[in-house]
């Protein structure tokens, strides 16, 4: 039998320097660079699985499979191409298999970074029960001079009528197809949206998109949802913007019907399968931030300053559950920032000026620093010169023909500003005015680089040139 200061001793709360609330991008960015440090770092994670959104539920799964979708596709224009591919189509069974091994390797390679003995990997869920006090679900107390919260985001029910009625599935269920549905349904016009349209298009089913602003991608300029939308209609898929749901109801037998206006007149689709991809919310319910004296802001992000501070000043917050954009990078490099902050290092906000978006569409769609909507609001002065790729000796013979790219540089002195790619491999294209921009080069510095020739980057001369020929006026 234990003695009673046995038993005190054990009850007694455990210290740590920094202690993370979630092990995903932000979190594992955050515990890393705190431990390097120097400090005591504790990692609790109650999800089933590690690994966080990204590569369990996100980027890696889905980009894994629309890949595969863009290959049969290719395949399927065999004869455009001088090809005799006489049949091409999607073995779902085979495409999850092959996601599910890639998505494993990451996953497992992320455990053993959490496992690694750098910190101490708490198992088990958490809510603050004071300022500076975190609870586990077997009542152990931790206690910490600083904490991060990096729990993510999950899927959103928006009040939209009849959808919390009727079964409709995620982002999550879609992944993990093992048939191809029929046909689909898709409430919303985001990244996630168009992107998993077009994938569950490609492989076979019958996709209708459903988005209530004007445009698809509301994030992008016009012109690239444009050329999007356009490439959508062109593969099969009925794409409708601007409406207004007005009744989503289920199907006696099985699948939904979705009522809305449309162009002053109500429309209705049925569907085997409803996707709802209508957004994500942060994912704070249940961790106590009101005993922690934590702020939200109106969108349900949990508030905080450049440093990724709170309100509280022990805890900082990072990743999805904060914003203001939920990508990768951007998550690794609050989690960076808080932990330098919290342990008095030196710390440099993240400069969002140089924000990088992708969208991983056919063609894909890019942007690199400020878009001429934020330029116009800020009252910055500026040229733009664009240059379109079906007048591109590569995008030509690659049948890559649609989309442009798009140079926006500062009056007088020609500095970049931002950039737009809408077309074949944007994502990696977009890179070369991504490094230009924090190191402030111009368009002049910009055109003495050697671009290949015939090259998908070469592209960028022209409106590079166009840009420079304007500012000399």
């Known amino acids: 039998m234990k003695s009673s200061t046995a038993q005190s001793l054990s009850s007694m709360p455990k210290e740590y320097d920094f202690i993370v ?33 990204c590569i369990l539920r996100g980027c890696m799964p889905s980009k894994t499979l629309i890949y595969s979708a863009e290959v049969l596709h290719l395949a399927q224009q065999g004869k455009v191409f001088g090809l ?14 092959r996601k599910k091994r890639l998505v494993a390797e990451f996953a497992e390679y992320r455990v053993k970074q959490l496992e690694s003995g750098r910190f101490d990997l708490l198992r088990q869920r958490a809510h603050f029960t004071g300022p500076r006090e975190l609870t586990l679900t077997d009542g152990t107390v931790l206690t910490a001079p600083h904490f991060l919260v990096a729990t993510g985001s999950v899927t959103a029910i928006p009040p939209v009528p009849g959808l919390a009625n009727t079964p409709a599935l995620t982002s999550d269920e879609v992944l993990n197809f093992d048939h191809v549905p029929e046909s689909v349904i898709v409430l919303g016009g985001g990244v996630v949206a168009c992107e998993l349209a077009q994938f569950l298009q490609r492989v076979g089913s019958r996709v209708t998109l459903i988005q209530r602003s004007p445009h698809i991608l509301k994030e992008h300029s016009a012109e690239a949802s444009l050329v999007i939308e356009k490439a959508f209609r062109d593969e099969g898929m009925e794409v409708f913007t601007g409406t207004q749901v007005e009744e989503i109801s289920p199907k006696p037998r099985g699948g939904a019907s979705v009522a809305f206006t449309h162009e002053g007149k109500r429309v209705t689709r049925e569907a085997a399968v409803l996707f709802n991809a209508l957004g994500r919310r942060p994912a704070t319910a249940g961790l106590g931030l009101e005993a922690a004296n934590v702020a939200l802001a109106p969108t349900g992000h949990v508030a905080v300053d ?18 203001p954009h939920e990508i990768v990078h951007i998550a690794i490099q609050q989690g960076e920032i808080a932990a330098r902050h919290a342990l008095g290092l030196p710390a440099t906000p993240v400069n969002y000026s140089l924000l990088v978006k992708v969208v991983f569409t056919d063609p894909q769609v890019a942007t690199a620093g400020f878009s001429e909507k934020e330029l116009r609001e800020r009252g910055v002065k500026y040229v733009a010169a664009s240059y379109p790729f079906d007048d591109h000796g590569k995008s030509i013979l690659m049948e890559a023909k649609r989309g442009f790219v798009k140079i926006l540089a500062r009056i007088p002195d020609g500095r970049l500003l931002g950039a737009e790619c809408v077309g074949r491999d944007a994502s990696e294209l977009i890179h070369a005015p991504a490094v230009a921009l924090p ?3 111009t368009v002049q510095d910009l055109l003495r680089a050697h671009w290949y020739h015939p090259t998908l980057a070469e592209i960028w001369t022209y409106p590079l040139e166009e840009c420079a020929e304007a500012l000399k006026r």
């Open 21 to 53: 609330v979630g092990g995903g991008s932000a979190g594992y960015a955050g515990a890393r660079t705190a431990a390097d440090a120097g400090a005591r770092v504790a990692v609790v994670d109650g999800g089933e699985e590690l690994g966080g959104l």
């Open 84 to 97: 005799d591919i006489p049949t091409a189509r999607a073995k779902m069974a085979a495409l999850q298999a």
């Open 306 to 323: 450049e440093f990724q501070h709170t309100r509280n000043p022990a805890i900082y917050a990072g990743g999805d559950c904060t914003g």
């Open 439 to 441: 190191l402030d080069a």
